[in-house]
């Protein structure tokens, strides 16, 4: 009963247009509050406890890093350069955002911020080819959800911070499935460009010369090397996750200063209030998650969500699609960071009972929290990007179904074949 009145109150609060950072704070606040035995106090330990975290301190760095390369021109050279590789094939601005979004998602780590920088770049140009907005809008936002599955990701980095797995096997657990969902997105545009629905996808253009490409290559080459410092640094040992952030902060602040020169000193400031108010948020959630995750655990929400995927079935398998699956339901309707951190210890508690690797487990959990941000009622990046083509939201969520049911399938490969997220990690002793 405890449980039911704790998430009915937290969907009511989240269902009359309550912030969610309100709504768990509250949700939380009053749980503690009412129940027996309990010091109030806890509400405010438990929230400061949550970000007493070194690992937590890269999420500042990152988010600014983002901040910076996505306003400092480095968005426009990498869209460029994906249209040089694939402009050639049929629905190429479709292909072009698949190959920008994976590009980009090597220094933003946000899916809503790919929605954002990639959308107002590529559904304006792919409305006047033709597309119809719906469609220019569902291919965007999917394609976004790339940026916190190829590293480096703010989720990961929530995850490793609370459950202790390695940061940097995280980053390298998320390398293959990146390229594999692009893979796949990319190979079912190629798929819609053959039906007569899609006479926009038919839309192509000359294959690049060689000397286009190296052009591609000379504009776009400082935003590529982003990730082989970042990347290459945590992996070569030479810094950590949290230090990796600053170094990505450099980077991005001498890149978009000195090389694109498209921040200038005087637009500092706004790019730092914009970094700031992300960074409260995401860091508001994650606190206020941190009291809500304790109270679950007081009134043993890890032992019971065990117990009713137990009671479902005995096999492995099927307990981990059951546990995806409400994960995925609870996404539908909360925001999708503030579900992960309330479900990462049932995760961590169910995956230890029945031996998950916990880097699998980890990549699993932030797919499905990210396909939760694409399916509606209440699909973030849909709304981004249906904003940005000033397109109406049921027609964007009718043509992102069938790139939702890929999603789906996309999902169920990595469950059922683990070694696509822990090769590499484990290729390279994690």
Excluded at 54 to 70: E, N, V, W
Excluded at 73 to 87: I, Y
Excluded at 117 to 136: C, N
Excluded at 171 to 177: K, L, T, W
């Amino acid at each position: 009963m405890t449980l039911i009145l704790l998430f009915g109150g937290l969907l009511a609060l989240v269902g009359v247009g309550l912030p969610v950072l309100l709504a768990i704070g509250l949700t939380s606040a009053a749980g503690i509050f009412v129940m027996p035995g309990v010091n109030f106090a806890l509400f405010a330990q438990r929230t400061f406890a949550m970000l007493d975290s070194f690992s937590l301190l890269a999420l500042p760095y990152f988010i600014l890093a983002g901040s910076l390369m996505s306003k400092g021109g480095l968005s426009g050279a990498l869209v460029t350069f994906a249209q040089t590789l694939v402009g050639h094939l049929r629905g190429s601005l479709g292909h072009t955002s698949v190959v920008a979004c994976t590009a980009m998602a090597n220094v933003s780590g946000s899916s809503a911020a790919e929605a954002a920088s990639i959308g107002s770049i590529m559904i304006p140009s792919m409305k006047k080819q033709g597309y119809q907005p719906g469609l220019a809008a569902s291919i965007v936002a999917v394609a976004a959800i790339i940026g916190p599955i190829i590293p480096p990701s703010m989720t990961m980095i929530v995850y490793g911070a609370m459950t202790g797995v390695s940061i940097g096997g995280l980053f390298m657990a998320g390398i293959v499935p990146g390229l594999l969902l692009a893979a796949l997105l990319s190979g079912f545009i190629r798929i819609l460009a053959m039906f007569p629905q899609y006479p926009a996808l038919r839309h192509h253009t000359k294959r690049a010369t060689f000397r286009e490409i190296l052009n591609g290559i000379r504009g776009a080459w400082v935003a590529l090397l982003a990730p082989f410092i970042i990347l290459g640094g945590i992996f070569a040992g030479v810094f950590t996750a949290t230090e990796a952030g600053v170094a990505a902060c450099l980077y991005s602040a001498i890149v978009s200063m000195f090389v694109y020169r498209e921040i200038r000193l005087r637009d500092l400031p706004g790019i730092f209030l914009d970094a700031a108010v992300t960074v409260a948020m995401v860091v508001g959630i994650i606190a206020v998650a941190g009291a809500l995750g304790w109270l679950l655990s007081y009134v043993n929400f890890n032992q019971s969500v065990l117990a009713l995927l137990q009671s479902i079935s005995s096999d492995r398998h099927v307990v981990l699609l059951s546990l995806l699956g409400i994960i995925l339901v609870l996404t539908m309707f909360l925001e999708s960071l503030a579900v992960l951190i309330v479900f990462v210890p049932v995760a961590a508690y169910v995956g230890q009972a029945f031996g998950f690797d916990p880097l699998h487990l980890g990549i699993l959990m932030i797919v499905t929290t990210q396909l939760g941000a694409v399916t509606p009622p209440v699909a973030v990046l849909l709304f981004i990007t249906s904003a940005i083509a000033e397109a109406r939201f049921v027609d964007v969520v009718k043509h992102a179904l069938p790139f939702i049911g890929i999603l789906i399938v996309y999902l169920l490969i990595l469950a059922f074949v683990p070694q696509i997220s822990t090769t590499v990690p484990h290729l390279l002793g994690h």
